[in-house]
């Protein structure tokens, strides 16, 4: 149980542009979901919270109007890296809370070329 | 805010044992372990609860102490599938967010 399905797991994009990843709970709904972001070596550093139709909260430090994330229902959150860049590379993670503790999704690759 | 952890890397060969700390400046709620190998997500080991408790599955376990506002992963007899980094996220309420603390690097070697 509390499975969470994230896509794309790979993604190459050109700089300037913008990529969704989007995170689905298979199981159970996720009433919240979290999206973090690790560089390599590094740990998984909280970027923010979403709830289920209001809007997120976001970290210190973290660009709103660049990384808009949406959770428009009960098993849906999406991230979405807008005008991404090069220094944008990073493996980005959501995870969502369940019954039993946390679960995570597999994780993003982006990379910006 | 961010938890700290040691040791920062560790090397094993297979059937020693290894303690992974983890400690906080504030008051925990909650403490869970995760196994993270190269390039994949997280997997998640387990989860303590403020009360103090120990807890373990297999030759894994962990305890929490709440007034020490720390816990600790204990492994014994290394399997070469512990290789990995481990994480511990440290909850502050109930169902709030986790920080990660920045990760023990574990290899264990034949």
């Known amino acids: 149980g509390a499975v969470v399905s994230q896509h794309p797991s790979r993604v190459i994009c050109k700089s300037g542009t913008s990529v969704k990843i989007e995170c689905r709970s298979l199981d159970f709904q996720a009433t919240t979901m979290f999206w973090y972001r690790q560089f390599p070596k590094q740990s998984l550093m909280l970027m923010a919270t979403?709830?289920?139709?209001?809007?997120?909260?976001?970290e210190q430090g973290v660009e709103k109007d660049k990384f808009l994330i949406n959770h428009a229902s009960l098993t849906l959150s999406t991230l979405t890296v807008t005008s991404a860049h090069p220094e944008d590379s990073s493996f980005y993670i959501c995870s969502a809370r369940w019954a039993r503790g946390y679960t995570f999704g597999s994780g993003t690759r982006l990379t910006v070329v | 805010q961010q938890p700290v952890q040691s040791p920062q890397a560790v090397i094993l060969r297979e059937g020693e044992d290894a303690v992974i700390n983890c400690s906080s400046s504030k008051a925990l709620y909650s403490v869970h372990w995760y196994r993270q190998k190269h390039g994949e997500a997280p997997v998640f080991l387990m989860i303590?609860?403020?009360?103090?408790e120990q807890k373990g599955h297999d030759k894994i376990s962990a305890s929490f102490n709440e007034k020490k506002q720390q816990s600790s992963l204990y492994l014994t007899a290394s399997q070469l599938s512990y290789s990995g980094t481990y994480f511990c996220?440290?909850?502050?309420?109930?169902?709030?967010?986790?920080?990660f603390g920045q990760g023990t690097e574990l290899s264990v070697k034949p």
């Open positions: 303590l609860l403020k009360g103090g």
């Open positions: 979403s709830n289920e139709g209001s809007k997120a909260t976001y």
């Open positions: 996220g440290t909850g502050y309420n109930q169902g709030g967010k986790l920080i």
